[in-house]
């Protein structure tokens, strides 16, 4: 079954550190990859999207995310992290196939200023 | 604005109860999507809608049912509510014509059972 694991579950970062939050899918056919984020209390906004090509994705805020294919993984990064960054953070998976929409269970992360 | 609107924003019932939550899709956007949000259980996909017809479904209850209208708005039934119910749901919608294409997701109705 098709399936996503985030590896951190909570993450505190002092602002400017570096950052980078693991994800994992299982599925062994052409996927859609994708990172949300949701801030307090709103809800969750793209903030980027692999479908093909380029495996290095940029996406907004200065984040930007690596597509390893034969690892499975989708890595969200960002090199200096602000306090506005403070947020949850969500890895998504899609395939053609199911048509499903899976989400990881979500990285809290905390920046401290 | 996401342009996905989810109503009510919020619904406090009585366990036993049943409620339907309601949303509309970006215009022009054929697939809706629910998810359960809860502490525990993070996002959780419930089912998803492509112009009318059920397309994929998740961890869906069978007190749970949706379905999506020919204007494209979606319902979701919760019935026979318990307290583990209360959470936060969202709907998104996606255009879909070509599979790849990201979700949009509305403010979510929180629910609280009591």
């Known amino acids: 079954a098709q399936s996503v694991s985030q590896h951190n579950h909570h993450v505190i970062l002092s602002e400017a550190a570096s950052l980078e939050l693991g994800c994992n899918y299982s599925y062994g056919g052409t996927v859609n990859l994708f990172w949300y984020v949701q801030y307090p209390g709103q809800h969750l906004q793209l903030l980027l999207k692999y479908f093909s090509g380029d495996p290095l994705v940029k996406g907004i805020k200065g984040f930007e995310a690596e597509f390893i294919k034969s690892k499975f993984s989708f890595n969200l990064r960002k090199p200096s992290v602000q306090w506005s960054d403070t947020a949850e953070y969500f890895c998504a998976v899609n395939s053609r196939n199911t048509g499903k929409l899976i989400f990881g269970q979500g990285t809290t992360l905390q920046v401290k200023p | 604005d996401s342009g996905v609107t989810q109503t009510p924003k919020h619904l406090i019932t009585a366990t036993g109860q049943r409620v339907t939550l309601r949303c509309s899709p970006r215009s022009g956007d054929l697939s809706v999507y629910w998810y359960q949000q809860s502490l525990d259980q993070g996002l959780q996909f419930l089912i998803q809608y492509y112009n009318g017809e059920e397309r994929a479904k998740g961890n869906i209850l069978e007190r749970f049912s949706a379905q999506q209208f020919p204007d494209l708005h979606s319902e979701l039934n919760l019935s026979s509510l318990e307290l583990g119910d209360s959470a936060l749901y969202f709907c998104?919608?996606?255009?879909?014509?070509?599979?790849?294409?990201?979700?949009?997701f509305g403010q979510g109705t929180r629910l609280t059972v009591v």
């Open positions: 998104a919608s996606s255009s879909d014509r070509d599979w790849r294409t990201e979700a949009f």
